[in-house]
T-cell receptor
Framework: NAGVTQTPKFQVLKTGQSMTLQCAQDMNHNSMYWYRQDPGMGLRLIYYSASEGTTDKGEVPNGYNVSRLNKREFSLRLESAAPSQTSVYFC??????????????FGSGTRLTVV | QKEVEQNSGPLSVPEGAIASLNCTYSDRGSQSFFWYRQYSGKSPELIMFIYSNGDKEDGRFTAQLNKASQYVSLLIRDSQPSDSATYLCAANTGNQFYFGTGTSLTVIP
C-alpha cells in the first residue's frame, strides 16, 4: 500500500518555465490537497479537491492551477514559475469526514527551486 | 490573526523528561485537532488526534483539549532522542485543516 505518491521529488526550474507536480493516492480517499511549506510560514493550502470533479482555492492559489484527473490523481501546475514559488510542496489526501480523526496522509514532498 | 498558533521554540528537554507542546486556535467552530510530527526533510506524520474536551493518551503521548480556552497541548513522557522533530498542531474546520507553524523539539541525550 503506497499511500500518497508524489513526483518528482526534486526539481529545478528557470524563471518562466512551467511544470506539473503529480500526486496519486491509493486509499480511496475523496479529498485531496496541495500545500506548500516555507520556513517560518508553516503549511499553507494552495488548492484542494473535496471530491472528484471539484476543486477550490486555498490560502495561496495565485500562480497555480490544479486538475483532479480522477479519484486517485490530483495535479498541480505552475504555468510560469517565479522564484517566490521556491518551496517544498506536499500533496495530501483524507476521508471527507475529518471529524472522525482520519486526518491527512501526506506524500513525501517535492522540493522545487526556481532560479 | 492566524487560525492556529504555536510557539516555534526551539524547545529542548533532557532524555527521559516530559516535553510539553502548546497550541491555540482562533475558530470556535473547529471540530477536531491533530498533532503531526515532522522530521527534518520528511513529510508530516499523524501521531494524535482529539475532538473531545479532556485528555487522550496513546503510549507516551497525551493530547489535551480545552475548547473553552481554545487550547490544545501535547505531552510526551519519557522523551527520547528519536522524538527530536518539529511538531505541527492542526485544527479542522469544515473540510480543511489549518496548521500552526510548528514547534521544534530537541531531546538531549
Amino acid at each position: 500500500n503506497a499511500g500518497v505518491t508524489q513526483t518528482p521529488k526534486f526539481q529545478v526550474l528557470k524563471t518562466g518555465q512551467s511544470m506539473t507536480l503529480q500526486c496519486a493516492q491509493d486509499m480511496n480517499h475523496n479529498s485531496m490537497y496541495w500545500y506548500r511549506q516555507d520556513p517560518g510560514m508553516g503549511l499553507r493550502l494552495i488548492y484542494y479537491s473535496a471530491s472528484e470533479g471539484t476543486t477550490d482555492k486555498g490560502e495561496v492559489p495565485n500562480g497555480y492551477n490544479v486538475s483532479r484527473l480522477n479519484k486517485r490523481e490530483f495535479s498541480l501546475r505552475l504555468e510560469s514559475a517565479a522564484p517566490s514559488q521556491t518551496s517544498v510542496y506536499f500533496c495530501a489526501s483524507s476521508e471527507v469526514r475529518l471529524v472522525y480523526g482520519y486526518g491527512y496522509t501526506f506524500g513525501s514532498g517535492t522540493r522545487l527551486t526556481v532560479v | 490573526q492566524k487560525e492556529v498558533e504555536q510557539n516555534s521554540g526551539p524547545l529542548s528537554v533532557p532524555e527521559g523528561a516530559i516535553a510539553s507542546l502548546n497550541c491555540t486556535y482562533s475558530d470556535r467552530g473547529s471540530q477536531s485537532f491533530f498533532w503531526y510530527r515532522q522530521y527534518s526533510g520528511k513529510s508530516p506524520e499523524l501521531i494524535m488526534f482529539i475532538y473531545s474536551n479532556g485528555d487522550k493518551e496513546d503510549g507516551r503521548f497525551t493530547a489535551q483539549l480545552n475548547k473553552a480556552s481554545q487550547y490544545v497541548s501535547l505531552l510526551i513522557r519519557d522523551s527520547q532522542p528519536s522524538d527530536s522533530a518539529t511538531y505541527l498542531c492542526a485544527a479542522n474546520t469544515g473540510n480543511q485543516f489549518y496548521f500552526g507553524t510548528g514547534t521544534s523539539l530537541t531531546v538531549i541525550p
